[in-house]
């Protein structure tokens, strides 16, 4: 019994549990792009001249939904009120997501514009959902584990979401209704499992991951404005390249069975398995990468061996991409080795990095808010690569042109991310103390102390009201959790 209780309670398991629920998303998140080609080529209107067919209007919607919604998630899903109904808000976003993008596509079957409307309502919403299931894996001494195991989760969902897509269409299930089909299979899993998640012992971080990763909790603007402000050059740095780095990989997601086809050489679309197991070792390596980094009990160096990862990441993207042009490797060792260096880079310099930097400034409050800026930023970025592809001059036809397309972004967003992470990496190591993560809280709370009955002004602390699992420290007004008998 005791040994069932303590599975129970367990946070990993929660993080398996958390990383399930949210790679169940991309189930009704990216079979649009596995449409047929002919449904995919339809047209949709001209722009400058420009025809748009179906499969670059779902691109473009896609990342403008999903970016604009980032700048207000900033603020709403990292108060108060969303800590306070975090369940019910996260489960309606995927219930909503999934019926609004996908029951457009098949009920406006005939009509394009309408589908490509759907998806970007869809896509604003879908948006939320990352950054508020995070809140649950953050601020732990586990947290590179759980956000490995949720990197090899969706590192996975992506490909095995788009072979699943083909495998329905081969059953002959009509087109428009294939990613209906599979949204209302996968959705209710998705919110039960989250539900199990939000009731887990282990939703909330225990008093020695506060002590030794800070505490997590709502953030104010007045907050998010000052640890900006006093971080904003190597901010910069870390959001722009990773901007770069989701512009890569957002456009293989969205062009992948044109970028696949053209650099195997074939006629047709590869076989449903090629899209699974291509992103199988990416997704290894990714999680082993993020895995690794928990031994690190330094936040200022696990901060810095992560740049240090996605440094060399990006190098090998660069040079596997001059070895397939000089035909030194072949197209299949190419589309495996870009997703390895995209997914590995992608997992380490995403969430684990603000994770470590919130801990090594010693910042009170929740890291998501950077995570929705960086990731509303890296959308803008994704879009200008959009609209290059389609405005820009042309190299080749069809899926070549495609192809052509994507190894020139990878050159010159390689180029500009080892510039951008060698001086981001610079200007942290000389900004944070090289002190232990352990040591760099004594063992005490953290703060200056006030005398009793004291409030710390929210714009210092960063935090807003008091939530339901927090109480008052006896000596200071800062926020800490409630041992015994606290109530989520």
């Known amino acids: ?63 403008l939904g999903f970016g604009l919604a980032k700048f207000p998630a900033v603020f709403v899903m990292t108060g108060q009120h969303f800590y306070a109904r975090r369940l019910p808000a996260l489960a309606t976003l995927m219930a909503v997501s999934m019926l609004i993008s996908n029951v457009g596509v098949y009920v406006f079957a005939d009509v394009p514009l309408a589908q490509v409307a759907c998806v970007f309502v869809g896509c604003f919403f879908q948006s939320w959902i990352w950054g508020g299931m995070f809140t649950y894996l953050e601020g732990r001494r586990v947290t590179e584990v759980l956000v490995a195991i949720a990197t090899a989760c969706y590192a996975i969902a992506g490909p095995l979401a788009r072979a699943t897509a083909r495998y329905v269409l081969e059953l002959g299930v009509p087109p428009h209704a294939m990613p209906l089909a599979i949204g209302l299979v996968c959705c209710p899993p998705a919110m039960l499992l989250l539900a199990l998640v939000d009731c887990s012992p282990a939703a909330t971080p225990s008093p020695e991951d506060v002590r030794l990763r800070a505490h997590r909790k709502p953030v104010t603007a007045a907050g998010q404005r000052r640890f900006v402000r006093e971080n904003w050059f190597g901010l910069a740095c870390l959001i722009l390249s990773l901007t770069l780095m989701t512009g890569l990989r957002s456009l293989r997601n969205f062009f992948s069975q044109d970028i696949f086809t053209s650099a195997l050489a074939l006629e047709a679309p590869p076989a449903p398995s090629f899209f699974f197991l ?74 684990p990095v603000y994770d470590r ?88 709370e953290r703060g200056p102390l006030l005398p009793t009955g004291a409030e710390t002004p929210d714009c210092e602390q960063g935090h807003g009201p008091l939530l339901p699992h927090e109480t008052v420290g006896a000596k200071r007004g800062e926020a800490v959790p409630a041992v015994a008998g606290a109530t989520r």
């Open 1 to 63: 019994m005791d040994t069932l209780r303590s599975v129970a309670e367990s946070p990993v398991l929660m993080g398996v549990l958390v990383s399930i629920s949210y790679s169940l998303v991309y189930f009704w998140r990216y079979p649009i792009f596995i449409l047929p080609p002919e449904v995919l080529r339809e047209p949709v209107g001209t722009i400058f001249g420009h025809h748009f067919d179906l499969q670059t209007a779902f691109s473009v919607v896609f990342t």
């Open 278 to 351: 291509v992103d199988v070792p990416g997704s290894a390596v990714s999680c082993a990468a993020i895995f690794a980094f928990k031994a690190v009990r330094d936040n200022r160096a696990a901060l810095l061996g992560m740049l240090a990862a996605g440094l060399g990441c990006v190098a090998a993207l660069g040079a596997a991409n001059a070895l397939f042009e000089a035909g030194a490797i072949a197209g299949r060792s190419w589309c495996v080795l870009t997703g390895l260096c995209i997914y590995t880079a992608y997992g380490v310099m995403a969430g």
């Open 357 to 444: 930097l919130v801990a090594a400034t010693r910042f009170d409050g929740t890291c998501t808010f950077l995570i929705y800026l960086s990731d509303g930023t890296a959308y803008a970025g994704t879009i200008v690569l959009l609209m290059y592809q389609v405005f820009g001059p042309k190299d080749g036809t069809g899926a070549r042109q495609t192809l052509n397309v994507f190894l020139l972004f990878v050159y010159v967003c390689s180029a500009l991310m080892l510039l951008l992470i060698v001086v981001g990496a610079t200007y942290y190591s000389q900004k944070l103390p090289p002190t232990p993560a352990d040591e760099s809280l004594g063992g005490q």
